[in-house]
């Protein structure tokens, strides 16, 4: 088996050396058919020379280096397509992932598994703005996507390159492979690794990710569930806000035939009109969801189900 290791590089001069040496070190007693993709994300720093010279002198090493600083998600998409592996590994250029780590992950996947997610049980990062929301976060992600992983953030998993082929990333989407990959029948699993202190260069992340990631979580959960049935959830709520429309026209009526009060004193009124009005607007949301449901998937030929076997078709 043969496999391909992804790193995103943003500014990591100081690790790249030192990532390579402990990337041999813990590959090469394994196989040595694999290849290191080395992304340089429009870093700014001694990264992109660093990672010439590394690059001169092993030729497993390949390196793809960005127009500008497009963000990680971007920078491993960049990667996996130019992957020749069986077996896609993308980690983190920081060495807060550990390489030696690689040879279990791998071993996971020979058991049969499509997914490996590294689960980072003992982070060492900032507990106030990186643990608590992450926290938070991977129990939400766990909750609205029904894939039970303990750490979606952690970079450092191991897919079989077909689960990557039918997957098209976008905005801060890398953590939630596994979860789109379980969508098309993935088989995923977790496995605690190894995870380091920053030693050189700072994080690119802040607190401020952690609602990027609530936004993505939104798309994503309206992507496993409703993107081949929009009608159904905008329909939905639209048939709701209509009845409550009505409900409340009603209402209104009642209390002006029963109890004399005029209609236009009445503040149901106005929530009348503004339910009939949403409730019309959701309806006409969830058919032109579904108009863009079908441009999506017959533009791309892309089918609503995914075949796992096939028997005496050809
Ligand atoms: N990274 C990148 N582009 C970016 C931001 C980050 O390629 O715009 C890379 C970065 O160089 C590192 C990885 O993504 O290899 C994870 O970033 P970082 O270590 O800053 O994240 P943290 O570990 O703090 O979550
Ligand atoms: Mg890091």
Request: with cysteine; proline share 4%.
């Amino acid at each position: 088996m043969n496999f391909s290791i992804v790193v995103p590089i943003y500014n990591e001069e100081d690790s790249i050396q030192e990532l390579h040496r402990a990337l041999a070190a813990a590959l090469d007693p394994v196989d040595t058919d694999y290849e290191i993709i080395l992304v340089d994300d429009g870093s700014t720093d001694g990264s992109f020379s660093a990672l010439q010279t590394i690059a001169a002198n092993d030729g497993r090493v390949k390196i793809i280096r960005l127009r500008r600083n497009f963000g990680q998600t971007a920078a491993m998409s960049a990667g996996f397509d130019a992957a020749s592996g069986s077996v896609i590994i993308p980690m983190d250029g920081d060495l807060q992932n550990d390489p030696a780590d690689i040879p279990r992950l791998i071993s996971k996947i020979d058991e049969g598994f499509d997914v490996v997610s590294g689960w980072r049980n003992d982070r060492k990062d900032t507990f106030l703005t990186r643990k608590i929301p992450s926290m938070l976060a991977n129990l939400l992600i766990s909750r609205l996507t029904g894939v039970h992983l303990h750490d979606y953030g952690c970079t450092l998993k191991a897919y079989r390159r077909e689960v990557l082929d039918g997957i098209n990333l976008y905005g801060e989407m890398h953590r939630f492979v596994p979860a789109l990959a379980s969508q098309v029948g993935a088989k995923v699993t977790e496995l605690p690794v190894n995870h380091r202190p920053r030693l050189h260069g700072v994080s690119k992340y802040g607190i401020s990710r952690t609602l990027r990631v609530i936004l993505d979580l939104m798309t994503v959960k309206f992507l496993l569930t409703y993107s081949t049935k929009p009608i159904q959830l905008f329909g939905k709520w639209g048939v709701y806000t209509l009845l409550a429309g009505l409900g409340s026209g009603a209402m209104t009526v009642y209390m002006k035939v029963f109890e004399h009060f005029s209609m236009n004193r009445n503040p149901l009124l106005i929530l009348t009109a503004f339910l009939l009005f949403m409730g019309i607007q959701f309806i006409v949301l969830g058919l032109l969801g579904e108009l863009n449901a079908r441009t999506y998937y017959e533009a791309q030929g892309k089918p609503i189900y995914v075949i796992r076997d096939r028997i005496n078709l050809g």
